[in-house]
Every structure is written in C-alpha cells, then in structure tokens.
C-alpha cells in the first residue's frame, strides 16, 4: 500500500506543528492551534487553508465550451473568460459525480478544479466526454499548489502583495495575476461562507506565497487552518460535500441544487434525459438543515425520526457550530417533514434527541 502523498508546503505544515490525517490519498493538516480556534479565526480575522490535494484539469481548443456544454451540467459556452461557475458532472441516470468549479480562463481554454476524492473520476470522464470534439484535456493537478485566503481581512492581507485591484476581482472570478512577485490564477470563490481568494501557484512557488501571506497577515490576525474547520465553516455555511449531502445515488435535485442544471443550454449533455424527468417530479426527499438544544451534535448516518419515532431521515453532516454556539446539522429527510420549524428526532446511538427544522444555511456573512 502506497504512502499518502505530500503537498508542496508539508515541512511548513510540520513546523507550525500541524497534527495531519490521510484524506483522499493525501497527507493534510488536519489542525494547528486547535479547531475552535481555527475556525473562529476564520469568521472574525482570516485562515490560511493549502488545498493542494485538489485536482485541476484543463480543456482547451477551439471546441472547449463545447465539450464542456456536454460533459457538465452547466452552460460553459455562456461563462465568460474571467469568470467561474459552480457546476457538478453527472452520470447518465443523473446521479452526481462531482460538484466542481469551471474557470474560464480564456476563449478557447478552461480550468476544472475537481476534489481530491474525485479527481481521477473527473480527468477520465472529462477525456472520455470531450474526445468527440475539437479540444483537448490534460490533467495538471501536479502542475498545481493551491493556497486558500479566507476571511473578513483577506482583502487587507492579499492587497499588499498584488498589483491586482481586488475591489474589481468579482465573486466566482479568476485570473492570471501574481502574487509576492510569482505567478498565480488568483481565484474568489471560497467554501467557507467568508469572502476570500484562491491562489494557484506552481508547487516551487507555494513556500514563498504562503509565507508572504503569513507575514502580511501578521497585524491582521491571519491563522493556518486545517481540514477540520474547513469543515465546520462549510458546515454552518450550508455547503454541500461530496460523500455526505453529494453521490452518484442523488441527483443536484435532492440537495436542493437544481439552479446548477442548465436544461435550456443548447445541445445535448450527460444525464439530460434524466435531469430533466426529475426535474418535473419532486425528489422524495430533500436537503434540510436541523438545530437542536442538546449539547451533543448529531453525526453523520444518525437516523431522523418523526414525532412517532418512525424513521424519515437521515443525516449527512453534523457538528457543534462555534459560531452559534449550538449544533447544527444537515440530513436527508422525507419532502411531508421537511418545513421549517417541522419538530423531530435524531437518534444519538440509542437516545431520540429533538431536533427542528431551520432553513439553510445556518449563517451568512455580511455583505
């Protein structure tokens, strides 16, 4: 059994004393300071995420919107360059086997960023699904590190270290710019409910971008953040992950996501047929997020009971939320119990705990 690879920045992550866990074949930090802290970091000041086990491959070639039309749910033809769009890749029953993000680099060339788990799924259907047309794909993920700015001072602690203006740096845009004089696709989109940018970098140049985010960041209170706030920021932020609220078994439907599917795009995609009849017909259950007094949090696979005690649900993330102050919850559960406000149960190995329906997410930043 092979070794879990290391990102470009790992010895930085030991010295800072990062405790590290495998995910998706990668060795990550998992946490720093500690996870509370981390997280709290993040929505008062700002965290420094490496995410370079994500998967980027490229499609280019005067057909590349095209090909992307077909592989991808969304209208890639209508991105313009300089712009991203949140997007996922089905099979042909419509299940999902991804959710990505699409940059539009430049006319005839696209950057799909695809997660770590999911990588090699998404670089061989995206060569099996454009070989009909006049583009090319080439998998690039090693060509890539990826640095992760986010928080209510990313702004201050990136400004000094660009020329780029990043007042004009849309939402779900991105660029080629640089970045403490290297080359970087700088990036704002973010899965933390906070604003902040993405930071391409070649895997030579990771070290010294991330430690001159460190030092600028400095007198703003920037912290290294590990995967397990990542998770909880997405988590209250209402942000769905692949492998809990995301599977090949569900369509973008069932997580209350159909807004990514682009049925009036010309032409035919994968899982159109299907996509379209579930679009007609209400998924049988459906995305909701739960709330609850009790201190412990429900985990995912606990059950979500009615009233009764009847089994309607099942839930797909779960911690305690450190900036409500209580735990907080996503899960599948039957479409008649899904209001807000809808009173059940989550059954916490043996003890039905109540819970109540809330709308997602659970917190939005100020804009």
């Not at 080439?138 to 992760?148: C, R, T």
């Not at 997405?234 to 209350?256: C, K």
């Amino acid at each position: 059994m092979s070794s879990p690879r290391r990102t470009p920045l790992h010895h930085v992550h030991e010295a800072l004393g990062a405790t590290f866990t495998e995910f998706a074949g990668w060795q990550m930090p998992l946490r720093y300071r500690g996870d509370t802290a981390e997280h709290n970091a993040v929505r008062t000041a700002a965290g420094l995420f490496d995410l370079s086990h994500m998967g980027e491959i490229r499609i280019t070639g005067p057909q590349a919107a095209e090909a992307l039309d077909y592989a991808l749910v969304a209208h890639a033809s209508a991105i313009r360059p300089g712009r991203a769009r949140y997007t996922m890749i089905c099979n042909a029953e419509g299940g999902v086997l991804d959710d990505l993000i699409v940059y539009r680099l430049e006319e005839q060339e696209f950057l799909v960023v695809a997660n770590a788990a999911n990588a090699a799924v998404v670089s061989a259907q995206l060569a099996e699904r454009v070989a009909g047309f006049d583009a090319q794909h080439q998998d690039v993920s090693d060509s890539y590190a990826l640095i992760a700015v986010q928080g209510p001072h990313a702004v201050a602690i990136l400004a000094p270290l660009t020329s780029t203006n990043l007042d004009e740096v849309r939402y779900y845009a991105g660029y080629r710019s640089q970045v403490a004089g290297r080359d970087v696709l700088l990036a704002r989109t973010g899965y933390t409910g906070e604003d902040g940018f993405e930071l391409f970098t070649a895997p030579g140049d990771a070290e010294a971008v991330w430690q001159a985010l460190t030092e600028s960041g400095a007198a703003h209170d920037l912290q290294p953040a590990g995967l397990s706030c990542r998770d909880t920021l997405r988590l209250e932020a209402g942000m769905p992950l692949y492998g809990n609220e995301l599977s090949a078994d569900l369509t973008p439907y069932h997580a209350n996501l159909g807004r990514v599917v682009k049925l009036d795009k010309p032409g035919d995609f994968v899982g159109r047929a299907a996509l379209a009849a579930a679009a007609e017909k209400p998924t049988d259950r459906t995305l909701v997020g739960l709330t609850t007094d009790q201190r412990r949090a429900p985990r995912h696979g606990y059950r979500v009971l009615d009233a009764d005690g009847a089994e309607i649900g099942v839930v797909t993330s779960g911690a305690p939320s450190p900036t409500l102050g209580h735990p907080i919850a996503m899960a599948y559960v039957d479409r008649d119990h899904a209001e807000p406000g809808s009173q059940l149960q989550v059954d916490l190995r043996g003890k039905p705990v109540a819970v109540r329906v809330v709308e997602l997410p659970f917190y939005r930043r100020n804009a």
